[in-house]
Structures are given as structure tokens and as C-alpha cells.
């Protein structure tokens, strides 16, 4: 089968192909589906071997072929989970394996559930775009229905499925979000090119000066932050992208780019076994980095 403008994707862990880069890293192509794969936005499942991803072709769009597909990285077989929906992007799952996603158009939060029913979590939000659940099954996410513009109504916001709490209000393009094991909440504010986070309640700046960061994702263990830069969506660095994909060692305070030079890193995602992945939308495919040395 092939993928249209795939949008969202959850790594556990798998490789295919690879490429090496002069780095402590192996970067290659992971996952690819051509002529209309266009891959976009990842999370990192709690364990197992499964993807997955979502398809939107016709955003906005209901009743189409936009859906929510896995793909098993064993056999490669892919299924269709969910058909329908206008706009399903950002996705997380929990602990329990229950996968979440946004549908931006629609204005809801759905959950597939492990015996494969799709229920809504969330109604009636504001453009909500990403999505991370807590170890307690909270539901962190953003809504973006003013993108770019400051002081407007785009918040980010918690919810343990009846009470929703916003936790910051006003930035300009809250795009993407990921909550750590301890709690602490990191989100991308793309527009104004930094990323904020809310420990013990407080909310501050940790990284600033970005070129429109877009994806994020933390380890397992909560040590380093990796994020996408995507200034230059669908233009490669041979053709003067500025793209690129880093990461913060949260300790150390150190920032470190990964990889330059692909045309669209839109998200990142870390497995279980360390791996990171990132998605290339507009070349189709999914890049994978793994460590080869210290």
C-alpha cells in the first residue's frame, strides 16, 4: 500500500537501511513509502515493535482517506486502524499502550483504545495540535487557532479527561509538546523560536534563539531534549535549507546538532532502546540515528 502525507508516526524501535555520519551517531533512512509518502509527526511508544502513523492527504476533509494506520516492524505489514477524521496529526500513547491523537479541523481528541474502538477523549478545543500523556494518564496538549500571533488564544493545557487546567496562555505557535517522567513539560513555541518548560509549577525559558523549532521528544530516562528547526520547509541544504535536527543534554546544558540539510524534520521521536527517529516529510521518509560511541 502506499502512504499519502503520512503526518504522525510512534517509533518504538526497528532499523532499516543506514547510512554512517562523522558524528557518535548511525543516520539512515528507516521507513519509506514513495510516491506519496509524506511522513510528519512522531511520538515514542512506552515499548513494543509496532508504528504509528497517520495519513492526511485531504486535511480538513472528513469522511476521505485521511486515517491512522500501524505498521509492525517485524513483518512490515501495514494496517488501517482508523479511516474518517479531517485532520488527525500529533499522536502519543500511555502507559497502557492507548493511542491518542489530535484532529486539529475537528477540534477533538480521539483514543483507540486496546481492544480497537476509537472514543473521543476531548471535544470541543481550539485547534488542538500536540499531544503527550503523563505517566498518569494526564493529557497534555496544545491548541493553535491564532498561529503567530502573541497575547492570542493559543494555550497550552492539561486534562485528565473531565477537568482541563490551561498551564500557559499566549504565545504565539505553541506547536508541539512532551512531558518528562518527573513531570516537567516542554513545548516548542515556533514563531518565537524558543522552548519553554513548566517544572514544579514554574514556567521558564530554557532554549531561545531557534529558527522555528518545531518537533520535540526526551529520552526514556529524561536527559536530553531533541527537537527540529524547520525554517526552510521542502528546501534541502544542497538549495539553501536551513533545517536541521539537535539535541539538549538537559545536565549539561549543551546543545548539539544532529543533522543538517534534509528538506522537512518536522518531529522527532526516541524508542525504548535509545534510537531516535525524525521525519523528513516532504522526501517521504523517516531517518533513524543510533549511538555508535560516547
Excluded at 502507559?95 to 483504545?113: F, H, N, P, Q
Aim: glycine content about 14%; proline content about 6%; charged content about 20%.
Amino acid at each position: 500500500m502506499s502512504i499519502r502525507r503520512a503526518t504522525a508516526m510512534i517509533v518504538a524501535a526497528g532499523v532499516m537501511g543506514g547510512r554512517r555520519f562523522p558524528s557518535a551517531l548511525t543516520v539512515g533512512i528507516f521507513f519509506a513509502w514513495w510516491p506519496q509518502g509524506w511522513p510528519s509527526r512522531l511520538a515514542s511508544r512506552w515499548g513494543g515493535n509496532t508504528l504509528y502513523f497517520t495519513e492526511v492527504p485531504t486535511p480538513g476533509v472528513a469522511g476521505g482517506v485521511n486515517g491512522v494506520s500501524s505498521l509492525d516492524l517485524d513483518s512490515g505489514e501495514v494496517t488501517v486502524l482508523h479511516r474518517g477524521e479531517p485532520e488527525p496529526l500529533n499522536i502519543a500513547v500511555s502507559r497502557d499502550d492507548e493511542v491518542y491523537w489530535t484532529c486539529r479541523s475537528a477540534g477533538v481528541i480521539l483514543k483507540m483504545t486496546e481492544d480497537g474502538d476509537t472514543v473521543p477523549v476531548l471535544t470541543g478545543l481550539n485547534k488542538p495540535t500536540g499531544i503527550s500523556i503523563g505517566r498518569r494518564g494526564t493529557i497534555y496538549f496544545t491548541e493553535v487557532p491564532m498561529p503567530g500571533v502573541a497575547g492570542g488564544a493559543n494555550a497550552v493545557k492539561a486534562s485528565d479527561g473531565t477537568i482541563t487546567k490551561v498551564v500557559s496562555s499566549g504565545e504565539p505557535d505553541p506547536v508541539d509538546v512532551v512531558v518528562g517522567r518527573d513531570g516537567t513539560l516542554y513545548w516548542t513555541c515556533r514563531a518565537a523560536g524558543v522552548i519553554l518548560q513548566r517544572k514544579d509549577g514554574k514556567i521558564s525559558l530554557l532554549l531561545e534563539g531557534l529558527d522555528h523549532p518545531t518537533g520535540i521528544a526526551l529520552d526514556r530516562q529524561g536527559h536530553n531534549l531533541y527537537f527540529t528547526e524547520v525554517p526552510t520547509p521542502g528546501v534541502a541544504g544542497a538549495d539553501g535549507g536551513r533545517n536541521k535536527f539537535s539535541v539538549l543534554n538537559l545536565r549539561r546544558g549543551r546543545v548539539r546538532v544532529i543533522n543538517e540539510g534534509d528538506p522537512e524534520p518536522t518531529d522527532v521521536a526516541v524508542a525504548p532502546n535509545g534510537r531516535v527517529y525524525w521525519t523528513c516529510t516532504i522526501a517521504g521518509v523517516i531517518v533513524e540515528a543510533r549511538r555508535t560511541g560516547h
